[in-house]
């Protein structure tokens, strides 16, 4: 069915003084052109990736469907080195696979350890660093990770939010973005960080009534665009070719407020984790009671809640 989507505006020769004070308050997506990106959008062929990016074993999602579920896992891990993966994920068929000719391969790049270490190109792949330039928009100390992603083509990302402000840098290839505002997360049935509705233009309505009423914004990447994802909005990533992207994280919030473990940028802030610890307290004393009490409560509490902690400020 066709979806009605509200276009996230495009704008060229922006500042950082005009993004800083203008834009970047508005907490809207935006899809920013003709910044310096350096020579990456030219430089990062297939043949150039191989050669310069080298073999070093990086860990991948290789998946047989083009929509990958991060809640059910329908993909493996594997692992590859780099120039390899570059290769294959630029081909349709593979004469080289793990579980078919025709899967599809995701990099999300990792820190050296996981656990401990964020993503960062200029450390992981550093004969590239030159070649790229980060939009200075933000000051050095908010940076948290640069990630580089690299996406076989038809593959689509599920729809998630992350915690802290991200540019999409749209090195090589093209992609569809949607974005769904933070102000309709209870329309997109949530498992954790992620939603539940894998296939956002036909989704199973008898299954996921609400998702129809979640306001739908979208646009198209090429290579050199920029889009800014505000923290806390969903996105649903699809690369329409063989492409090539770079992540990069900022701390909107104070260093304190973020999950010190949190490697990847998608752990709930601690005080917001507290929180959710508090109500799953709450609703387990609620139970204690009959039905027909606890569904009164619970009601009450979703009104305080409204009442307290919801914004007026957000449309």
């Known amino acids: 069915m066709a979806w009605q989507s509200i276009p996230v505006p495009r704008l ?5 003084e005009q993004f800083t004070q203008q834009l970047y308050p508005q907490r809207k997506p935006l899809v920013l052109e003709g910044i310096d990106l350096g020579t990456c959008t030219s430089k990062w062929t297939v043949d150039y990736l191989s050669q310069v990016g080298g073999k070093k074993e990086v860990k991948i999602h290789v998946a047989t469907v083009a929509q990958m579920d991060f809640i059910s896992k329908n993909f493996v891990y594997r692992t590859l080195p780099f120039d390899k993966l570059v290769q294959r994920a630029a081909e349709e068929k593979h004469e080289e696979f793990f579980i078919s000719e025709d899967e599809k391969y995701y990099l999300r790049s990792l820190g050296e350890d996981p656990r401990k270490d964020v993503a960062d190109i200029r450390k992981q792949f550093p004969l590239l660093e030159g070649d790229i330039k980060f939009p200075k928009y933000f000051k050095e100390e908010q940076f948290f990770s640069s990630v580089f992603r690299i996406s076989s083509p038809g593959l689509q990302l599920w729809t998630h939010y992350d915690v802290m402000d991200n540019f999409l840098i749209q090195v090589t290839g093209k992609k569809r973005v949607v974005l769904f505002s933070p102000r309709d997360a209870q329309y997109l049935y949530l498992s954790g960080t992620k939603s539940e509705v894998l296939n956002i233009d036909n989704p199973d309505l008898a299954k996921y009534p609400l998702f129809s009423q979640a306001r739908r914004y979208e646009c198209s990447l090429k ?8 923290a806390l909005w969903f996105h649903n990533v699809i690369s329409e070719e063989f492409g090539v992207g770079v992540n990069v994280f900022w701390k909107h919030l104070p260093s304190e407020c973020y999950d010190k473990t949190d490697t990847y ?23 204690e009671l009959p039905e027909e009490y606890r569904d009164f409560y619970a009601r009450r509490m979703v009104l305080h809640i409204q009442d307290k902690a919801y914004s007026k400020n957000f449309e």
């Open 223 to 230: 290579a050199g665009d920029v889009l800014f994802i505000p």
């Open 12 to 16: 060229e020769g922006v500042s950082q």
């Open 265 to 287: 940028g998608n752990k709930d802030p601690t005080a917001a984790s507290r929180a959710a610890q508090i109500l799953d307290r709450a609703l387990k004393t609620l139970s």
